[in-house]
């Protein structure tokens, strides 16, 4: 099983990124995909999430309106559309794929940084 993000870098305050989750070694199209952010000395913390099939998709609320989750299971791969990127946007990115069948099934990648500053 293999998560691997990409997409991050250093951005301005008012820019945009796209992050990319690409994933192999289990069925992805039933698993519900997710992106959390890590800042340094904080919590990881959910930021959008997608389920299974697509669908409602939902969002932190310091991210509403600004990011945009989707999904391409025929690509294997989960995107995390960010605009109008803050400065307190800074973390870690990380991409999770997780499902529930008998037990909970949860695979997390190594990262991508996001940095937003002028």
């Known amino acids: 099983v293999q998560l691997v993000e990409s997409g991050g870098g250093l951005v301005q305050p008012g820019g945009s990124l796209r992050l990319s989750c690409s994933a192999s070694?289990?069925?992805?199209?039933?698993?519900?995909m997710s992106w959390y952010r890590q800042a340094p000395g904080k919590e990881r913390e959910l930021v959008a999430s997608?389920?299974?099939?697509?669908?409602?998709?939902n969002y932190a609320a310091s991210v509403e309106g600004r990011f945009t989750i989707s999904r391409a299971d025929a690509m294997n791969t989960v995107y995390l559309q960010m605009n109008s990127l803050k400065p307190e946007d800074t973390a870690v990115y990380y991409c999770?794929?997780?499902?529930?069948?008998?037990?909970?099934?949860?695979?997390w990648g190594q990262g991508t940084q996001v940095t937003v500053s002028s």
């Open positions: 997608i389920p299974s099939g697509g669908g409602s998709t």
């Open positions: 070694g289990f069925t992805f199209s039933i698993y519900d």
């Open positions: 999770n794929a997780k499902r529930v069948w008998g037990k909970l099934y949860s695979y």
